[in-house]
């Protein structure tokens, strides 16, 4: 990964993973706050590029085996707090609660500076391309949890 695409894709911390995006006059209604869904993009950016800077490219686990590795968002539990407003520099926050079996669970927070705006609570599905589930391979459930078992 070259340092570009590093500072693109945030960073691992000790926790887990830190992205900072700007909310875009695109990403508001009418009144200048963020529209609640787009929540859930910033929220996938943060997942998306957590798993980027682990070393997993989700087009790679696709066509790692035979089987295929997918992650797709089953469940998904969201507290707003506050809204972001257009301009607002927001950080995602990303950690591993559980990655194990044919799941993981990841705590994310959106805040902006110290203020939490969102906490979310995302359970990802481990499927295979057709669609089954699967157990995620020890080697990227390790990624995940960072040498805690």
């Given at each position: 990964m070259t340092a570009e695409n590093f500072l693109l894709?945030?960073?691992?911390?000790e926790a887990g993973h830190r992205l900072v995006q700007r909310v875009y006059y695109e990403d508001?209604?009418?009144?200048?706050?963020?529209?609640?869904?787009?929540?859930l993009h910033f929220l996938e950016?943060?997942?998306?590029d957590y798993l980027r800077c682990l070393g997993c490219q989700q087009s790679e686990l696709l066509e790692?085996?035979?089987?295929?590795?997918?992650?797709?968002?089953?469940?998904?539990e969201i507290d707003f707090k506050l809204p972001a407003r257009m301009?607002?520099?927001?950080?995602i926050l990303t950690a591993t609660e559980k990655a194990g079996g044919a799941?993981?669970?990841?705590n994310q927070e959106i805040r902006r500076g110290e203020t939490l705006l969102i906490a979310a609570k995302v359970?990802?599905?481990?499927?295979?391309?057709?669609?089954?589930?699967?157990?995620?391979?020890?080697t990227v459930a390790e990624k995940f949890l960072g040498g805690r078992q």
């Open positions: 894709s945030g960073q691992l911390t508001t209604d009418f009144s200048g706050l963020i529209y609640h869904a787009r929540y950016r943060g997942r998306t790692a085996d035979e089987e295929g590795l997918v992650f797709v968002v089953h469940r998904m301009d607002d520099v927001l950080t799941k993981m669970v990841l359970v990802i599905a481990v499927i295979n391309r057709h669609g089954r589930p699967r157990r995620l391979p020890e």
